[in-house]
């Protein structure tokens, strides 16, 4: 998607092959738990159903996955609440930044990630200022081969939005609230394992960064929010294509 983060998504891709995966494991814990505050019933409530897949598609097991559930009051195991948070941020090249983290200290993860920010040519913006160049949708990727174009018509009647064809790839964007319902209608077509669904912050002002040195800078940044304990997503509004 042009103008969206190259690196969103990469926190969990590189925790994964981190031999460390307790880390990962925690991190992914701390995501289900906050998403079991809107109930813990994964068939109506949709950002904990994408969670658990998450979870699943890195091999959590099973009992971590239903202790984490089991929180609904948003406590860990030593009672200490966890909220998630978004932090809006400026970045090199007049980028665009929307960082969601998870944290049980709002105060301290601020206080970290702006000087972090500032540490590499970047700084806190205030709430909302960047927040509403981000469009909030449901996301679906599967393999073209199982694409036609009856799924497609179908889909559409399902809530698709917007059906776009990248990288051998088909990717459905929909409202977050039809998300489950056009997985589902999917899943009922197409084998559910090639079947890629997650919430997305989708650029509507995505600028074109052709500069080596900026896309030096951007780089060295999201390398350490990727890093930072608390951050889960990242996303930019910078186009490295």
């Known amino acids: 998607m042009s103008g969206h983060s190259k690196w969103s998504k990469v926190k969990y891709q590189k925790a994964i092959k981190d031999p460390k995966r307790a880390k990962a494991f925690a991190k992914l814990t701390a995501l289900i738990t906050v998403a079991a505050k809107d109930g813990g019933n994964i068939d109506s409530n949709s950002k904990l159903k994408m969670a658990v897949d998450k979870a699943k598609e ?8 239903e202790r984490a559930i089991s929180r609904v009051s948003g406590e860990l195991d030593d009672g200490k609440k966890i909220d998630e948070i978004f932090c809006e941020a400026y970045g090199p ?11 049980d200290n709002k105060n301290r ?38 694409w036609n174009d009856d ?20 990717i459905i964007y929909t409202n977050p609230q039809n998300l489950s319902s056009i997985k589902n209608f999917l899943e009922k077509k197409i084998d559910q394992d090639v079947i890629k669904a997650e919430f997305d912050f989708i650029s509507q002002q995505p600028i074109k960064i052709t500069d080596t040195g900026i896309r030096a800078k951007l780089d060295h940044l999201f390398d350490a929010l990727d890093e930072h304990d608390d951050v889960e997503e990242i996303y930019c509004n910078a186009d490295l294509k």
């Open 93 to 103: 090249g007049g980028s665009a930044l929307l960082i969601q983290a998870i944290t």
């Open 58 to 65: 890195f091999g959590m097991p099973k009992e971590n996955i």
């Open 109 to 146: 993860t601020l206080a970290e990630l702006r000087h972090l920010l500032q540490e590499h040519g970047a700084k806190m913006a205030d709430t909302g200022s960047v927040r509403w160049m981000f469009k909030e949708s449901g996301k679906i990727i599967l393999p073209k081969k199982f």
């Open 151 to 170: 799924i497609s018509l179908e889909a559409i009647e399902n809530g698709a939005e917007e059906i776009k064809e990248e990288d051998e790839k088909i």
